[in-house]
């Protein structure tokens, strides 16, 4: 699957298949504080952050609205968008910058040790990725980690191994790659990831790594989005990548078939929250760079639709009856543009109440 040229049957979707929302209010907060920030302590100029979020935000939203409406698995319209997409970079602070466009966000630490990347982005967009590493600096890539098993985020292990780079990560991450995984959520059954692709570098509960003068830590969540999520804390630049316990300004898939949940992905955001300040820079594993009072904003959001669902199926409603409750409807204009719109969240929250 992962090699099978299934990105290639057909033609991307182009920009007229995307929603026709304005995405300006999913990035403004988050570049005016994460610019403030990066001003701060780094000489980033806050023109190009602009303009490197409003441009990794177009490419978001190539995207198509509804993809489940069509009975096509997301996983394939995910591909296919890559195989296009462009790849935006942001220096956030200190050797850590960010790629967005290829599936999750793409963490980036430079130095003498070799590049270390979180999160390894789909096949089909190598040329580019490769274009903006080298942008980056001239460092070879030595290191992957994993935030987590989903092919969105580990679709590029392979190419990424076969030019040097370690791969670390949580060890159901590997347990999951190494065999046949149906997801439920995505109408998809994934057949193991060739031996080149699985993680070699293992641990259960925590990591820490030295690297390129910076220290690293690797924390395994509780099951949330999954049971593989890590998150990687830069602690020296104040940076953490939160994997997909966090989507940014969109309303976060849930995979129950490998161990996710609402209630899970509540305590994640929680621990989130407590683990932050008001300086943290937030790499969620979709969407625009965030902040403390986004994670807070989407906790918020987590909890409130839960309650509403929870009281309803209580309540002896069917799923069709609490769809047409519409409980996400306080919502659905702010976080329902991307891949998971309001209806699919409330299937999602409602399996896990
Ligand atoms: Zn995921």
Redesign the pocket.
Known sequence: MRRNGLTKTSKPRQRCDAPLATPTDLTQPASKDIAGAMNAVAPISRRHFLASTAMATAAVWLMPRRIFADGESPVIVIRNAAATATINVTKLRGNVSVLEGSG?NIAVLTGRDGKLLVDAGITASRPRITEALEGLSSDPVKHLINS?W?F??TDGNEWLHSVGAEITAHENTRKHLSVTTRVEGWKFTFPPAPEGALPTKLFGKELKLHLNGATLVLEHYPPA??DSDIFIQFPEADIIHV??TFWNGHFP?I?YSTGGSIDGMIRAAEANVARVTEKTIVVP?HGPIGNKSQLIEFRDMLVSVREKVSALKKGGRSLDEVLAAKPTGDYDAKWGGFVIDGKNFTGLVYQGV
């Open positions: 999750g987590h989903h969105d985020h989005h999954t994997a997909d898939f995979d594993g």
